[in-house]
T-cell receptor, first 114, second 109 residues
Framework: ETGVTQSPTHLIKTRGQQVTLRCSSQ?????VSWYQQALGQGPQFIFQ???????GRGNFPPRFSGLQFPNYSSELNVNALELDDSALYLC?????????????FGPGTRLLVL | AQRVTQPEKLLSVFKGAPVELKCNYS??????LFWYVQYSRQRLQLLLR??SRESIKGFTADLNKGETSFHLKKPFAQEEDSAMYYC???????????FGQGTRLTINP
């Protein structure tokens, strides 16, 4: 069974630039969630995709957008980067249908905005 | 509003001592409660969830709806328990996890 993978592991961008982060779901999972984890904080929900459609969104501006592909891999895009976007970005995959479903997390992409 | 509060950012206990990591939540309805753990240089992973009512690695957590708490307990701490622990909740639709700030647990030899 292949776990959740994310790329790249680290990224440095400058303010105003755009970034794309990638996530490959665990085998058999059709749902992916993205989280932002600032230093010293718990992860914060950005959005979730289920079968290529957005299935819930947290309190993040529209410049945070996503995609899910037919093979259930996913992208997180952030436009017009701001210094506060510096964080660890986590994706998690799951297979919904039961209460209390487990989300399986990737290792994260650490983004630094200068 | 959905909120998870972990009042202790740091917790240090000696090996063999009991451990309790506190978690309080705010949610209008019946949430699902979880404990996630992150060991050094490893990814975030599920430790246990209240719906399973199981004990994992000696840890248990009881959901107290009256006190809106889901404290994590272990009677005898081991050095390998040192890690970052996050309490989290989700609603019935399971769209998202709401995490607390986390508690860094250090077990001293």
């Amino acid at each position: 069974e292949t776990g959740v993978t994310q790329s790249p592991t680290h990224l440095i961008k400058t303010r105003g630039q755009q970034v794309t982060l990638r996530c490959s779901s665990q085998s058999g999972h059709n749902t992916v969630s993205w989280y932002q984890q600032a230093l010293g904080q718990g992860p914060q929900f950005i959005f979730q995709y289920y079968r290529e459609e957005e299935n819930g969104r947290g309190n993040f501006p529209p410049r945070f957008s996503g995609l899910q592909f037919p093979n259930y891999s996913s992208e997180l895009n952030v436009n017009a980067l701001e210094l506060d976007d510096s964080a660890l970005y986590l994706c998690a995959s799951s297979y919904p249908g039961t209460k209390g479903e487990t989300q399986y997390f990737g290792p994260g992409t650490r983004l630094l905005v200068l | 509003a959905q909120r998870v509060t972990q009042p202790e950012k740091l917790l240090s206990v000696f090996k063999g001592a009991p451990v309790e990591l506190k978690c309080n939540y705010s949610y209008s309805g019946s949430p699902e409660l979880f404990w996630y753990v992150q060991y050094s240089r490893q990814r975030l992973q599920l430790l246990l969830r209240h719906i399973s009512r199981e004990s994992i690695k000696g840890f248990t957590a009881d959901l107290n709806k009256g006190e809106t708490s889901f404290h994590l307990k272990k009677p005898f701490a081991q050095e390998e328990d040192s890690a970052m622990y996050y309490c989290a909740l989700s609603g019935p639709s399971a769209q998202k996890l709401v995490f607390g700030q986390g508690t860094r647990l250090t077990i001293n030899p």
